[in-house]
């Protein structure tokens, strides 16, 4: 039964046809960080927004964007909304979250990433899209061709604007904004304001309305955390035990390199298992993460920068194979599970030598964790975890697809004098068991 407390999403101001499309989704209560938000971007107010990962941000910026959108037209090449984000995976993600929304109000939606042709990119912009999502260096990229103007902009959102300024990205956002008209509408979105984010609010946003719904720290209640302490000689087994449990299981890893080999070892020994990294083609990438959400793949090992761009829902166990080396990296590493209200486990695997080094980081982090001795009579990481033993029987590696021409980024609707495409559809899983207002 919704909380009648809660506003619905309707009594917050989104139009009818929104309303149904979010009902269809299973979208039917909005989060703290939607209630605070939405009212303001529809008002046209400049809105900060901070919150950690899995409290809603995408919808809490993208649906009052599409309504603020509608009744409008975009010229080609001249889109009216631009939405920054610092990876590839969540650009797709973002797309996918909105695309019902956007189909709902009649709208065009593209994104524009690397590892995807250009040429198909700029042919899209060309028949005319109303909203660019776009990592910063492939919109400057489109922008020094020529094949888009940003002078129609009406509102740009800006997406873990702390992990653009870790990965070096804000000089091309600056470059980004500079292009947008000085009146338009900025809404900018990050689990931490510190730094150079702070420099980017206090230049471009004006008269900002704050929103935060949660400290930058580990304490979801639904989340809990446990530390096992592990000899480093049973390691490897002590992580294939846990990655053999039933469920979808992220394990993280320091290196691309450790990615591979890590994968390799598990499917060796019967886990179904699948990396993600930088290095891995972006077909690869997008096929992978599909897979791992759709639960074909119950087991992902990634990287810190790939996992930016994996917002799943039901991930019930993130592992810290390599514990990690900053309060930031943990913090978004945890918050891969105990998403869109359900629970979650992170367990961080430690040897003799990397106890103290990763107890500091968690102590930073605000992470009060449980300590759970391994290799001995103690058998209660077994139950935390639902550790079991694997097959052991080799997983066959997956047959790549036939090459086929890539298809252009972005929807062509019906009804405005383009032929019909295949409709995005929402990875499977991803919109199941959601029981309040997205997780994205």
């Known amino acids: 039964m919704p909380d009648s407390s809660v506003p619905s999403f309707a009594q917050l101001g989104l139009p009818v046809p929104l309303v149904h499309a979010l009902g269809r989704g299973k979208i039917t209560t909005p989060f703290p960080i939607q209630v605070a938000t939405i009212p303001d971007i529809l008002a046209g107010r400049d809105v900060l927004g901070r919150g950690p990962t899995g409290s809603g941000k995408t919808l809490a910026f993208g649906l009052p964007m599409l309504v603020r959108l509608t009744g409008g037209a975009s010229r080609p090449g001249r ?52 909203v660019v999502i776009a990592t910063p ?8 061709k020529g094949t888009v103007t940003l002078d129609d902009v009406r509102i740009t959102a800006v997406d873990e604007a702390d992990h653009m300024a870790e990965l070096g990205f804000l000089p091309q956002v600056t470059q980004v904004l500079d292009r947008t008209p000085v009146a338009a509408q900025r809404l900018l979105f990050s689990a931490t304001l510190d730094g150079e984010v702070d420099t980017l609010v206090a230049t471009y946003l004006h008269d900002p309305v704050t929103h935060a719904t949660a400290e930058a720290v580990a304490a979801v209640d639904t989340m809990t955390h446990h530390v096992l302490q592990v000899p480093r000689h049973i390691k490897w087994d002590i992580v294939a035990r846990i990655a053999a449990r039933k469920g979808r299981t992220l394990l993280f890893v320091r290196t691309k390199a450790g990615v591979d080999r890590l994968t390799d070892e598990l499917r060796a020994v019967g886990v179904c298992a699948r990396g993600l990294h930088g290095d891995k083609p972006q077909a690869q990438r997008t096929r992978i993460l599909a897979e791992f959400t759709g639960g074909t793949i119950p087991v992902l090992v990634a990287t810190d920068v790939a996992a930016r761009g994996i917002h799943v829902d039901d991930v019930s166990l993130v592992v810290h194979v390599d514990p990690p080396t900053e309060p930031k990296a943990y913090l978004h590493r945890a918050g891969r599970t105990a998403r869109a209200g359900d629970s979650g486990t992170v367990v961080t695997i430690v040897t003799e030598d990397e106890r ?6 968690m102590r930073a982090a605000g992470v009060d964790a449980a300590v759970l001795p391994v290799g001995g ?11 079991r033993q694997p097959s052991g029987t080799p997983v066959a590696e997956p047959t790549p697809p036939k090459p086929v021409e890539a298809p252009e980024s972005g929807r062509r609707f019906r009804g405005r004098g383009e032929p019909q495409q295949r409709q995005h559809r929402r990875p499977t899983g991803s919109g199941r068991g959601r029981r309040r207002g997205g997780a994205h």
């Open 137 to 144: 260096g492939r919109l400057v990229d489109h922008l020094g």
């Open 356 to 361: 103290g080094p990763a107890a500091k980081v």
């Open 79 to 130: 889109p009216r909304a631009v939405v920054l984000v610092p990876t590839r995976e969540l650009a797709q993600q973002i797309e996918s979250a909105l695309d019902e929304p956007a189909l709902a109000l009649g709208l065009r939606m593209v994104s524009l990433v690397g590892g995807m042709p250009l040429k198909a990119q700029a042919f899209r912009l060309a028949r005319g899209v109303d």
């Open 377 to 387: 009579g103690d058998r209660r990481w077994e139950s935390v975890t639902g550790a």
